[in-house]
């Protein structure tokens, strides 16, 4: 049996179509089309789920990250579902903050008499630029319900050294 019986025929004749219209542009699209077939083909069988094929929660995640700066304090809002407040580092180093930590899962499960067991770790870092004006003794981070949030006050030098400059129409 060849590979590209297992997709689809609309599937296979649009792959075809797109990819004699602009071959650079649409290969993408096909490799897009094989991979649901795929992905199709075992949420159609009785096996368990190859790993790269388990829910996208289960995944190590990408922290996603909200970053707001006023007069006051820099505060950096990340996501990191799925991992526990012991699992976070929070560090403050050279101008930089840095977010790091690990996710870690085990599953098992007995599906018509086999057991499966499922062990997954992962680790995630990001790194967030500071403003040179902050005071790093005051950093506070708090975590609740999957949402890390540092806020880093600035110096009270920084503050009273700002000046606003008006903009004049030319």
Request: aromatic share 4%.
């Amino acid at each position: 049996m060849m590979i590209t019986n297992l997709i689809p025929k609309r599937m296979r004749e649009m792959a075809v179509r797109k990819t004699h219209d602009a071959p650079d542009a649409h290969l993408t699209d096909v490799l897009t089309n094989i991979n649901r077939a795929f992905d199709d083909f075992w949420r159609m069988s009785d096996m368990p789920l190859p790993s790269r094929l388990i829910d996208a929660a289960d995944a190590v995640p990408a922290i996603r990250l909200d970053v707001d700066e006023d007069d006051k304090q820099v505060k950096v809002t990340a996501e990191i579902p799925g991992v526990e407040e012991s699992d976070i580092d929070v560090s403050i180093t050279s101008g930089s903050l840095v977010i790091r930590g690990e996710k870690k899962i085990e599953r098992e499960s007995d599906a018509k008499g086999a057991v499966v067991r499922e062990r997954r770790y992962g680790a995630f870092e990001r790194v967030v630029p500071l403003p040179k004006d902050i005071d790093h003794a005051a950093a506070k981070a708090t975590f609740k319900n999957g949402v890390l949030t540092v806020v880093i006050p600035k110096t009270t030098d920084s503050r009273e050294k700002r000046k606003h400059v008006p903009v004049l129409s030319a």
